[in-house]
């Protein structure tokens, strides 16, 4: 069995196209981040404006210990957020990955049960065994790439729920603080 110029041709632009696809998101992920540490910092830098005259403007020690304690809560509270929106930013770009991955290897699946269909017709007598091995290879490489699949997404959900339980407990933890 050959292949013939066009399909290899068409399998090179799919390449290509998969790497297009690839770089793209992983620029898309980049520029919000990017954009994401930009905005933080001019926040950062406002607030601390703001934060620097509010302690100037105190009368003495003590109002300048409270004006401290008021700014430690909305600044714990601005951190989480900005972790939380970190990790949305990368866990929307692995699921961009994860389906084109998976789309690739759908796609990938099937070309290779086509060219094993057409080995198996076209394969010589009493060559059932070796046809029968390789398919067998197949399947155990489709069920070992599913398994690693779903054990990604549990992973993935697993990830959600810490994050999702270490802000909770970040943000209570920062109102019991700054409620002392």
């Known amino acids: 069995m050959s292949i013939n110029p066009e399909q290899f041709a068409a399998a090179n632009k799919a390449a290509i196209d998969s790497l ?68 949305e930013i990368s866990a929307q770009t692995q699921e961009q990955m994860t389906k084109m991955v998976e789309a690739q290897f759908g796609d990938f699946q099937k070309t290779v049960a086509s060219m094993l269909e057409k080995a198996a017709k076209s394969a010589p007598a009493g060559s059932d065994v070796a046809v029968n091995a390789v398919q067998s290879a197949f399947a155990a490489a489709n069920s070992a790439f599913d398994n690693m699949r779903k054990a990604a997404q549990q992973m993935t959900e697993m990830a959600q729920s810490n994050m999702a339980t270490a802000t909770s407990a970040t943000t209570k933890a920062a109102k019991k603080a700054t409620g002392k």
């Open 20 to 87: 297009l696809s690839v770089a793209n998101t992983a620029l898309a992920s980049a520029e919000r981040i990017a954009t994401l540490n930009l905005e933080t910092v001019r926040a950062a830098v406002e607030d601390s404006v703001s934060s620097t005259k509010a302690l100037l403007g105190a009368k003495d020690a003590k109002e300048a210990m409270a004006i401290q304690a008021s700014l430690a809560k909305p600044n714990v509270e601005k951190a989480v957020a900005y972790s939380k929106s970190v990790y």
